[in-house]
């Protein structure tokens, strides 16, 4: 497995496990009998975006630091400890100096693109007077200090931000789709205080119809359960639900080879649950939601599953979940559907807030009509004054013009 793959699901982490993977399990099982399906390139598996704000600086960073055979050797000799320590952040001063010069630009282009977003935001608030150099401070995935030279230091903060990033990715993720439950709910409720109270009563109606179809779908069977797992391997995989065995099932999905299943990969068993409770062409389905409830399927499997908790799951920690009772006799599995993720009073508060932002941007567009409407005066003024400017030029043309005398009898004028 290659640092690039490991890094942007786990950050730099987790890269001494992805490095450490476990030799491959024969697969027993006649492949003709597998639904065909591209294969896959290694070399040609992009790393997914992180969600971060400097995922693509990430990516170059490692893209670089791969291209050295002195860092990549100690990076698999070194362990957890050492790599969340920095202590591995001190060998960049032995890599080549092509390498570090690579860096270097690389950071300059970050350093410049930070500049240009915070130049972006100022202007959006007229607010010229900020110093860049103190605004820099806040972006604590690279020295601000020393804006030419990829150092040590860089490396160090950039595998401490990312890791700390990435530990709270999912519960960003969910208070974001908090925010678009209630946004939904609140522009519900300000359509209907539109409507008369017939045409009140009819809407109602029909939401609460289109939720009921909505949960009126099939049982969905427990994220990670021995019957989920055993419907993918029938409908997704195309082999015979009797000859399930937990070994093939977990080569046939390391879609990489690389000895993990990463997050990625298990949202990808995910599917045939998700296609029971969501269709695209329904109107009474939310595919923002299908998407939530793709990501709390791979967060409670991984709870689950991961036992050393590095984000990704190994052969090991595989077989011994489906020892289990759980993987054997699940829980039955609450949808999002049967969920509440707001309360009223969350609700109020929230509605409260957009109020006031509301309120904010009023008084802006007040503002700038107001500046408009000053422009449109200034401009009206000079246009009043060229106006007589030229008035003042044709009356002096005029008078140059009387002031010439009638032609005398040879031709000549006189003035």
Known sequence: MTWRTTLPQCC???????????????????KTKVKTTQPVDSAKIEPPDTGLYYDEYL????????????????????????IKSGRLSKELDLVSHHVRTKLDELKRQEVARLRMLIKAKLDSFQDT???HHALLKQFDHLNHLNPDKFESTDLDMLIKAATSDLEHYDKARHEEFKKYEMMKEHERREYLKTLSEEKRKEEESKFAEMKKKHEN?????????????????????????????????????????????DEQELEALFTKELEKVYDPKNEEDDMVEM??????????????????KDRLVTLDEFLKATEKKEFLEPDSWETLDHQQFF????????ENL?????????????????QKEDLQRQHDQLEAQKLEYHQVVQQMEQKKLQQISPSAPGGESKI
């Open 12 to 30: 730099f982490l987790l890269v001494t496990c992805a490095l450490t993977a476990l030799e491959a399990v024969p697969i027993d099982i006649d």
């Open 59 to 82: 990516k170059q960073v490692i893209d670089v630091l791969e291209t050295d055979s002195h860092f990549r050797e100690k990076l698999q000799k070194a362990d957890i400890e050492e």
């Open 129 to 131: 007077g900020m110093d």
């Open 217 to 261: 779908h099939p049982k969905v069977n427990h994220p990670g359960s021995k019957d989920q797992l055993k419907e993918v391997w029938e409908e997704a995989d195309g082999l015979d639900p009797n000859d399930f065995d937990p070994k093939t099932f977990f080569k046939l999905h390391d879609v990489n080879s690389d000895g993990f299943l």
């Open 291 to 308: 998407e939530e409830e793709r990501l709390r399927m791979r967060e409670h499997v991984m709870n689950e599953v991961d036992t050393n």
């Open 343 to 350: 309360t009223e009073e969350e609700l109020k508060e929230y």
């Open 354 to 370: 957009i109020s006031v932002q509301e309120s904010k941007l009023k008084k802006k567009a007040d503002e700038l009509q107001k």
